[in-house]
């Protein structure tokens, strides 16, 4: 079992291995497939699967991008309790100070929190960004060194915060990569999109107007966030996630010459993803078959795929798919739950394009000598 388990993980490496030598293959083979005119670029699936990318780790500022951020840290705190959407959040002096696109935030004006998250991602007010940093960890200072140990966290290396707002500040910056490591994480908190996907509403019961700041959510089929971004050191940035068909991909377009460029860049990359590639559930086409358990207390165990068979493929390639189911004929007792005992397999065109482990669905003990011994007993009695 121990030697099972060991091969097993050594060629989960070799395919792992494979993957990411096609990937990188496939990424370069891609890189003159899209009409991209912005400098840097990046096109993800919710997997981290990279689809497309050009200069996707050239440093840069990010500009509101990296409100990203600073919302991925409120939905956390949302999740474990620190945080509450009844929270009253309260501007400060230096919270009502900042410049940029804002809802002029007065000192001591109070919002719940629902309201200072709305206005960060429709309105990508830097003023609700700060006043939500204190209250979140006393001070911007200390909220943006959370930043940069979250980020760090998720092993974005060549990112930098400085503030929380992405307002022009010497040593911060990002990567399109980057971004797109923290868009999927932030996407992994589903009631962000209630946010990212509003269009208009209002704040102070009515008197002021927001309205979303990607104009992709009302021009592109399927747009669920996340966040535009422009100063002038930046240049127009947009991490653009959109939805189809249970497939979610992710566009970071970094360094846009205007807003209409960046948006034909974020467009024709979904474009390219969505036109191209599928994500689909295989399963095995016949029921998995028990595996026989030598000196068991039960005969058999049954099997059971470990996760899904969920897959990211090229639409070309679903014509040629072939389907291997792969058990041990028995396996010695005992038997824990989730040894493994086995794998599903795909191929497309004899390449390897998904393995899922299959393993017991169940414990099953190893015959003690008083088991043998009765079994032995039990059979003689019926022969007489």
Not at 50 to 69: C, F, G, H, Q, W
Not at 178 to 195: G, N
Not at 202 to 224: C, E, H, P, Q, V
Not at 302 to 316: M, N, W
Request: charged residues 20%; hydrophobic residues 45%; negative net charge.
């Amino acid at each position: 079992m121990v030697f099972r388990r060991i091969l097993a993980f050594v060629l989960c490496l070799l395919t792992a291995a494979s993957f990411f030598t096609a990937f990188a293959a496939e990424t370069e083979e891609n890189a003159e497939a899209v009409p991209v005119a912005a400098p840097s670029a990046i096109l993800v699936h919710t997997s981290g699967r990279v689809l497309y990318e050009k200069n996707a780790d050239e440093r840069r500022p990010p500009a509101s991008v990296t409100k990203i951020m600073t919302l991925l840290l409120v939905m956390e705190g949302l999740e474990n309790g620190s945080l509450s959407y009844d929270d009253i959040v309260t501007g400060s002096a230096h919270a009502a100070s900042m410049g940029g696109s804002q809802i002029w935030l007065k000192e001591g004006e109070s919002f719940t929190l629902r309201e200072m998250v709305k206005c960060v991602a429709v309105a990508s007010a830097n003023d609700c960004a700060v006043a939500l940093a204190e209250h979140m960890a006393g001070s911007e200072e200390a909220f943006v060194a959370m930043m940069n140990k979250r980020a760090a966290e998720l092993g974005m290396k060549d990112t930098s915060f400085v503030n929380c707002t992405g307002l022009e500040a010497e040593g911060h910056y990002t990567t399109a990569r980057d971004i797109s490591v923290m868009s999927r994480e932030l996407l992994k908190h589903r009631e962000i999109t209630e946010f990212t996907t509003i269009w208009m509403d209002t704040i102070r019961d009515g008197a002021f107007g927001l309205t979303n700041t990607n104009r992709m959510i009302k021009t592109y089929s399927g747009m669920i966030g996340l966040k535009t971004g422009y100063i002038k050191q930046a240049g127009y940035c947009l991490s653009g996630a959109a939805e189809r068909d249970g497939m979610t991909l992710i566009a970071v377009v970094m360094g846009g010459e205007s807003s209409n460029s960046r948006n034909q860049d974020v467009a024709a990359l979904l474009n390219y993803g969505f036109a191209n590639y599928t994500q689909t559930n295989l399963t095995a086409d016949q029921p998995l078959m028990p595996v026989r358990v030598e000196l068991g207390k039960r005969d058999f165990v049954a099997v059971t795929p470990e996760g899904d068979g969920e897959v990211l493929i090229r639409k070309s390639l679903l014509a040629g798919i072939e389907k291997r189911v792969e058990l041990v004929e028995s396996v010695p007792a005992p038997v824990s739950q989730g040894d493994e005992l086995g794998s599903f397999k795909v191929y497309s065109d004899g390449e390897l394009i998904l393995s899922v482990p299959l393993t017991a669905a169940e414990d099953v003990e190893k015959m003690t000598v008083g088991d043998v011994w009765g079994l032995i007993l039990s059979s003689a009695f019926m022969r007489g």
